[in-house]
Antibody
Framework: QITLKESGPTLMKPTQTLTLTCTFS??????????VGWIRQPPGKALEWVAL???????RYSPSLKTRLTITKDTSKNQVVLTMTNVDPVDTATYFC???????????????WGQGTMVTVSS | QSALTQPRSVSGSPGQSVAISCTGT?????????VSWYQQYPGKAPKLMIF???KRPSGVPDRFSGSKSGNTASLTISGLQAEDEADYYC???????????FGTGTRLTVL
């Protein structure tokens, strides 16, 4: 069974650096083609794709957030960490991490999601 | 990269069919057969319902189907049930730079 769980601060002040951790089980981020992504959702608004990291350490970022993001993985701990610098109230959202497998069937969807963690940015 | 365009809301009665559209461009929906659809209940995580335009993950009822024509993808739900009332989001691969783009989301109401 694949599970993912997000963790991190619930309240941030503007200009601070946000660090979110996704701890997963049931798959390995050492397996070729596997990825873990971050997606966020402001209150009452749509999902927004944020970042993705693959087993081969290939990293992809949303063009609109790229300059502020860093995504890393710790394969031994089964964790993916997302860092966002200079947070602003518009970054207030629920942040989800999700599993992106790559099989003979597909490589382009998030098949299992974490429950999400709400981050509020306010002075 | 702009979000894919979905209708804000759709509705239908139990047993009926509804379709939710997802309009993008030739750089995303029209350029790749990698459109996925997610169902989300309030306060819950999204659930994958359709991937690669029309494929269903194991466990998803065959009442859910997907298709694509040009720059527009569609999710059709037949035999509507009360439990289908949720928000639905499309998502398309958009190339190696933009990568993925989500839709604006559609609230499905079962009357």
């Amino acid at each position: 069974q694949i599970t993912l769980k997000e963790s991190g601060p619930t309240l941030m002040k503007p200009t601070q650096t946000l660090t979110l951790t996704c701890t997963f089980s049931g798959f390995s981020l050492s397996t070729s083609g596997v990825g873990v992504g971050w997606i966020r959702q402001p209150p009452g608004k749509a999902l927004e794709w944020v970042a993705l990291i693959y087993a081969n350490d290939d990293k992809r970022y949303s063009p609109s957030l790229k300059t502020r993001l860093t995504i890393t993985k710790d394969t031994s701990k089964n964790q993916v960490v997302l860092t966002m610098t200079n947070v602003d109230p518009v970054d207030t959202a629920t942040y989800f991490c999700a599993h992106r497998p790559c099989t003979s069937i597909s490589c382009y969807s998030f098949t299992t999601w974490g429950q999400g963690t709400m981050v509020t940015v306010s002075s | 990269q702009s979000a894919l365009t979905q209708p804000r809301s759709v509705s239908g009665s139990p047993g009926q069919s509804v379709a939710i559209s997802c309009t993008g461009t030739s750089s995303d929906v029209g350029g790749y057969n990698y459109v996925s659809w997610y169902q989300q209940y309030p306060g819950k995580a999204p659930k994958l319902m359709i991937f690669d335009v029309s494929k269903r993950p194991s466990g998803v009822p065959d009442r859910f189907s997907g298709s694509k024509s040009g720059n527009t993808a569609s999710l059709t739900i037949s035999g509507l049930q009360a439990e289908d009332e949720a928000d639905y989001y499309c998502c398309s691969y958009a190339g190696s730079y933009t990568y993925d783009v989500f839709g604006t989301g559609t609230r499905l109401t079962v009357l």
